[in-house]
């Protein structure tokens, strides 16, 4: 009867220990697929948004696709879709530089030069680079050759200054000033020209003015 009775208690320890294997074993496999399609999903999360990124260049869609591929614990596919993001951001930043060079030509101020030549330092294909610096150079050269007429134009103007001529403009000499010149002269008969026309008419600077 005793050895009956080990017998059953046997049998149903090892029912139980088989149960709680199958238990453990069902709780792995669960684990594991829930595992397996998480990281999935994932892997198809980052390929949609570096799809959508290579169909649509926008700074906004890179960030996103970066933020997707830098999740991916799959160190060959997180490789293969960085590249491609890699690409697509180099791209942006050329089309970037491009068009801050054309607003730069198209308005040729000093204040445009900076970011011009900020966002064409961002670029890596050496030819396109090149293009690109060969562009800002000529417009740097063409703002500082208006800057030197400029400058010019204006120490000429302050040297070419107005002059008073007396006689109708008849006198051989002029005069900064009406105020310097003699008391008797008749103011109603005195006309004004450029300096630089009065001695290209052989005047000369009154002697009598300061």
Do not use: C
């Given at each position: ?35 397996t399609a998480s990281a999935s999903t994932l892997d198809t999360d980052a390929e949609k948004a570096v799809k959508k990124l ?84 000529l417009v740097e050269n063409a703002i500082a050759v208006k800057e030197a007429q400029a400058s010019e134009n204006t120490v ?55």
């Amino acid at each position: 009867m005793k050895k009956k009775k080990l017998v059953m208690l046997m049998a149903a320890f090892i029912v139980a220990l088989s149960s709680q294997h199958l238990l453990f074993s069902n709780s792995g496999n669960h684990f594991f697929n829930t595992a397996t399609a998480s990281a999935s999903t994932l892997d198809t999360d980052a390929e949609k948004a570096v799809k959508k990124l290579e169909d649509h260049q926008k700074r906004e869609n890179l960030v996103k696709a970066q933020q997707k591929v830098d999740t991916l614990s799959d160190v060959t596919k997180k490789e293969k879709l960085q590249h491609r993001i890699d690409l697509v951001e180099q791209a942006i930043i050329i089309k970037e530089a491009q068009t801050a060079v054309k607003y730069l030509e198209d308005h040729q101020d000093r204040n445009n030069i900076a970011d011009a030549q900020n966002k064409t330092a961002l670029v890596t294909d050496e030819g396109t680079k090149a293009n690109l610096t060969n562009r800002i150079n000529l417009v740097e050269n063409a703002i500082a050759v208006k800057e030197a007429q400029a400058s010019e134009n204006t120490v000429s103007a302050q040297e070419d200054r107005t002059v008073y001529v007396t006689g109708g403009g008849k006198s051989k000499v002029y005069w900064y000033s009406t105020d310097s010149m003699p008391w008797n002269t008749n103011k109603n008969n005195i006309i004004q020209m450029k300096e630089s026309q009065a001695i290209a008419a052989g005047k000369r600077h009154s002697l009598t003015e300061p």
